[in-house]
């Protein structure tokens, strides 16, 4: 069955520290993979997305994350968080054929310090 | 302006009074879905419908219903409501292309049982 973790529940960063979040999955075939982004009293917007070839994938508001294969995980990155990052963070898996069912981890919810 | 909409965005409601949250989406897309959203618990899938008159149940379908009369609704129906079923609701959307699979998310629909 499919499983995604997200280990860090809350987060604290400086503004203009550096970030990663962590998102370790469980699944039986080729993942597809999605960080979304909610801000308070908003729904998700997508980050970005895996899907195939290049393991290092961009996404909006310099956000970046790498899929590795061998450790399970899709961490989420940003080398200088800004205070409007602030936000909850979530992790999905989903598969490449069939239903479009997503996964989504617990989330974690990122606290920006000025 | 491509968006999924949903209403109503805040409902309270007593136990055994039926309701429905509305959710319509002008994407054209195939898949529609629901989710609730609990603290600590991340998102979980409701229902979900692959295609007019083809629905299935998510993780957590009891005492919700659903129907897929036309293409760009999906509306989630409680036909009993009960406090449990307090929730923070999610639509989503998405085409069922070969990498065009992310979700496309309504602002959610809060609600409250008493």
């Known amino acids: 069955a499919q499983s995604v973790t997200q280990p860090d529940i809350h987060i604290t960063v400086s503004e203009g520290a550096s970030l990663e979040l962590r998102c370790n999955y469980s699944y039986g075939a080729t993942p597809y993979l999605f960080w979304y982004v909610q801000s308070p009293g908003q729904g998700l917007q997508l980050l970005l997305k895996y899907f195939s070839g290049d393991t290092l994938v961009q996404g909006i508001k310099g956000f970046e994350a790498e899929f590795k294969r061998s450790q399970s995980s899709f961490n989420l990155r940003k080398p200088s968080v800004h205070w409007s990052d602030a936000a909850e963070y979530f992790c999905a898996v989903g598969a490449h054929s069939g239903a479009n069912n997503l996964f989504f981890g617990t989330g974690t919810r990122l606290t920006v310090i000025p | 302006e491509a968006q999924v909409t949903q209403n109503p965005r805040y409902l309270i409601t007593v136990t055994g009074k039926k309701l429905t949250v509305t959710c319509s989406q002008n994407?054209?897309?195939?898949?529609m879905s629901w989710y609730r959203q609990d603290p600590g618990l991340g998102l979980r899938q409701i229902y979900y419908s692959m295609n007019v008159e083809v629905t299935d149940k998510g993780d957590v379908p009891e005492g919700y219903k659903v129907s897929r009369k036309e293409k760009r609704n999906f509306p989630l129906i409680l036909e009993s409501p009960s406090p449990n079923q307090t929730s923070l609701y999610f639509c989503?959307?998405?085409?069922?292309?070969?990498?065009?699979?992310?979700?496309?998310f309504g602002e959610g629909s809060r609600l409250t049982v008493l």
């Open positions: 989503a959307s998405s085409s069922t292309a070969e990498k065009r699979r992310e979700l496309f």
């Open positions: 994407m054209n897309h195939e898949y």
